[in-house]
């Protein structure tokens, strides 16, 4: 595990060297944006009690097992802690993965869902704020699937919408030292949508769920977006 403070706001904790969750220190404790894959929860724990400040919420970018995998467990070992969820993961987390009229075709691979039995406490939808942090629908990855725009710092936690692991790409855009967040994505076409999206927040740190933080992301984002619209149709 490792737990590396990107700066005064933001913290990645890195479990297997390429599964990611986030800290973000908001005025009345830390945002834990995702929760890694199972059995991580005690060390999601001691990177918050390295900050010197009480968990106050948690969010996830999605409902795949790598990115909620210890969230139950977080919130049993934690007291008074928020669970927000976006409204269209609401069904996906009792196991309903039907699509709605409207959502394109795809496939959502059951299989690749976790599991989590934690009460929900608030919903939200896009364009609401959450502390800092805007939340963004963004739609692909998953049919859930939402980033995180703190503008203090202008960084975007982009969860498997982008992927910097085997190089700086839109997911779905697939590359093959990495090609797991595309072989696992819903809907390609609407990811590349979403992450058009998050490049209008024009972030200059781009945060993924798998990879680096990678710095001065906007040149470098709008050249994987257009890599992307010559490769996904
Ligand atoms: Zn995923």
């Known amino acids: 595990m490792r737990i590396a403070k990107h700066d005064e706001l933001l913290t990645m904790v890195t479990k297997l060297g390429s599964i990611n969750c986030f800290l973000v220190m908001e005025d009345d404790g ?8 199972h059995g991580s929860g005690q060390e999601i724990l001691e990177a918050v009690s390295r900050t010197g400040r009480p968990l106050k919420r948690i969010l ?6 790598d990115h909620i995998g210890s969230l139950d467990e977080v919130m049993a070992a934690s007291a008074n802690v928020d669970f927000l969820v976006q409204e269209r993961a609401v069904p996906i987390l009792a196991g309903d993965l039907t699509l709605r ?19 929900i406490t608030d919903i939200f939808t ?33 969860g498997d919408s982008w992927q910097t692991l085997g190089g700086l790409a839109v997911v779905g855009d697939t590359r093959w030292r990495f090609p797991i967040p595309s072989w696992g994505t819903w809907h390609r076409p609407t990811n590349l949508n979403s992450t058009r999206k998050t490049l209008e927040y024009k972030p200059t740190h781009l945060a993924v769920g798998h990879g680096r933080i990678f710095c001065h992301a906007q040149d470098a984002m709008a050249a994987a977006i257009a890599r992307a619209e010559a490769r996904i149709y």
């Open 126 to 158: 896009d364009g609401d704020r959450i502390g800092s942090l805007h939340a963004i629908a963004t739609p692909g990855h998953t049919v859930e699937h939402y980033a995180f725009f703190d503008p203090r710092n202008a960084t975007l936690i982009a």
């Open 30 to 37: 830390i945002t834990l944006v995702d929760a890694l894959s």
């Open 101 to 119: 009229d409207g959502e394109p075709k795809g496939r959502l691979l059951k299989i690749a869902y976790g599991k989590v039995g934690s009460q």
């Open 60 to 65: 996830m970018t999605h409902a795949h097992s």
